[in-house]
Nanobody
């Protein structure tokens, strides 16, 4: 059974850093992508960053390129989202999702993902 769970959210000042973790297990596929989405109050959910298995390909939304990094530790079934130089517009609930897809192209359609975590709140404020 596919299970996905996020952790690591919190309150951080503008310019600060935060690392989110996504632990996922029970994949029923030979390949998959783990993607971070976020949803700010009053806005639609948007894709942030993606990492593929087994290729390790990554993809980032333009709004976070150069500030966010994504990595995975396969021994721990965990994907990390390192967020640097955080801005107030990065505030939102961050969701981790797993699906049988690739990170290349346009991996930001929520319908591509069948496993979702409950979300973790990230607040960037002084």
């Amino acid at each position: 059974q596919l299970q996905v769970e996020e952790s690591g959210g919190g309150l951080v000042q503008p310019g600060g850093s935060l690392t989110l973790s996504c632990t996922a297990s029970g994949f029923p596929w030979d390949y998959h992508a783990i993607t971070w989405f976020r949803q700010a109050p009053g806005k639609e959910r948007e894709g942030v960053s993606c990492i593929s298995y087994p290729s390790g390909d990554t993809n980032f939304a333009d709004s976070v390129k150069g500030r966010f990094a994504i990595s995975r530790d396969n021994t721990k079934n965990t994907v990390y989202l390192q967020m640097n130089n955080l801005k107030s517009e990065d505030t939102g609930v961050y969701y981790c999702a797993a699906g049988q897809t690739w990170c290349m192209g346009y991996p930001w359609y929520a319908a591509l993902y069948t496993g979702w975590g409950q979300g973790t709140q990230v607040t960037v404020s002084s």
